[in-house]
């Protein structure tokens, strides 16, 4: 015979749902919660248009040689994950899309052809027209095209290096 004893902890999360028991949650809180998060909003575009205007001093580097390729690469990386991070948080999925795939991209690579620079370019390139256009959420049918395009460009790439 077995002492196990089988023990069913409480759903708290089910109480905050209901909006009763210890777990629920104080409404003032979360008006101020939804406050911050519209603030940050606000001031989103000015944080992507600094990290777009970043990327897009990283690839004019990284074509011209200016100041050494490992680095410039990091720093397109790490821009891109920031935009990728951030553009679905305040409602620019394709901001987030083109970015993670520009991510991707630069994460398989470690020496550049032209074409590569081409498919770096082509995302930079969206991006900033995505930003400069406002396109909020997934694009519609324009942005699952812009995302086809790419990929093809991707394609080509990939199967040239």
Request: charged share 30%.
């Amino acid at each position: 015979m077995s002492d196990a004893q089988i023990i069913k902890p409480p759903n708290n999360l089910r109480k905050a749902k209901e909006g009763s028991g210890k777990a629920m949650l104080d409404p003032a809180v979360l008006e101020r919660a939804e406050k911050v998060v519209e603030d940050l909003q606000k001031n989103y575009t000015e944080w992507a248009d600094e990290d777009l205007g970043a990327l897009e001093a990283a690839l004019d580097r990284l074509q011209t040689g200016g100041d050494g390729g490992e680095k410039v690469v990091k720093d397109l990386f790490r821009i891109s994950l920031d935009l990728k991070g951030s553009g679905g948080s305040f409602g620019y999925l394709m901001i987030s899309e083109v970015a993670g795939s520009l991510n991707n991209f630069l994460g398989r690579r470690t020496d550049f052809s032209l074409l590569d620079m081409e498919v770096i370019d082509a995302h930079v390139s969206a991006l900033r027209a995505i930003y400069t256009e406002s396109v909020r959420d997934d694009g519609g049918d324009t942005g699952r095209a812009l995302l086809v395009e790419l990929e093809k460009l991707i394609r080509k790439a990939d199967a040239a290096a």
